[in-house]
T-cell receptor
Framework: EAGVAQSPRYKIIEKRQSVAFWCNPI?????LYWYQQILGQGPKLLIQ????????DSQLPKDRFSAERLKGVDSTLKIQPAKLEDSAVYLC????????????????FGPGTRLTVL | QKEVEQNSGPLSVPEGAIASLNCTYS??????FFWYRQYSGKSPELIMF????GDKEDGRFTAQLNKASQYVSLLIRDSQPSDSATYLC????????????FGAGTRLAVHP
């Protein structure tokens, strides 16, 4: 079974530029998550989708970050304009269901995109 | 603000010893608890899940949960150098569907 795919793996941009990340979840997984992991910290949930609808975006900085999952499969996370403090690894994860937090509904993580903002 | 706290470490243990990793959480209504392992430069992978008070064992790993004290721990028996990684505690908060709040992680170093 193929895992969660993300691209690009690395990105270096200047502050105030824009950047986009792509995620393809595990086939059949209805729920998709974007996390931000700053060096030395744990992942922080930015947005959670159920199919193509947003379930939770309470920690997404909406003035600069946006995300979509138009057809309920792939997702794109965009930052515009980027700030120095956005330097982090952006992790995409997926799970089968929305409403169960247990071992049968494990969140599987992709390899992440490491963003450096100069 | 719902929080998950972990000692950042590093926790250094000799090969073959027991490593004990601890985690506290602030949301008393939290329902389920996860331990993820993250190797340097890699993504997190699930190693243990627990939702009932008490102990849960899986191979060399034992998770312990005490909801009254809002405390979760992970024991790794017969630690191996390959266990050297950051261990992330994650909590499913009340009302959060399959949402996880992660601690900052504890770095474990197992030396031969």
């Amino acid at each position: 079974e193929a895992g969660v795919a993300q691209s690009p793996r690395y990105k270096i941009i200047e502050k105030r530029q824009s950047v986009a990340f792509w995620c393809n979840p595990i086939s059949g997984h209805a729920t998709l998550y974007w996390y931000q992991q700053i060096l030395g910290q744990g992942p922080k949930l930015l947005i959670q989708f159920q199919n193509n609808g947003v379930v939770d975006d309470s920690q997404l900085p909406k003035d600069r970050f946006s995300a979509e999952r138009l057809k309920g499969v792939d997702s794109t996370l965009k930052i515009q304009p980027a700030k120095l403090e956005d330097s982090a690894v952006y992790l995409c994860a997926s799970s089968l269901y929305l409403d169960r937090a247990n071992q049968d509904n494990e969140q599987f993580f992709g390899p992440g995109t490491r963003l450096t903002v100069l | 603000q719902k929080e998950v706290e972990q000692n950042s470490g590093p926790l250094s243990v000799p090969e073959g010893a027991i490593a004990s990793l601890n985690c506290t959480y602030s949301d008393r209504g939290s329902q389920s608890f996860f331990w993820y392992r993250q190797y340097s430069g890699k993504s997190p992978e699930l190693i243990m899940f627990i939702y009932s008070n008490g102990d849960k064992e899986d191979g060399r790993f034992t998770a312990q949960l005490n909801k009254a004290s809002q405390y979760v721990s992970l024991l790794i028996r017969d630690s191996q150098p390959s266990d050297s990684a950051t261990y992330l505690c994650a909590v499913n908060p009340s009302g959060g569907y399959n949402k996880l709040i992660f601690g900052a992680g504890t770095r474990l170093a197992v030396h031969p």
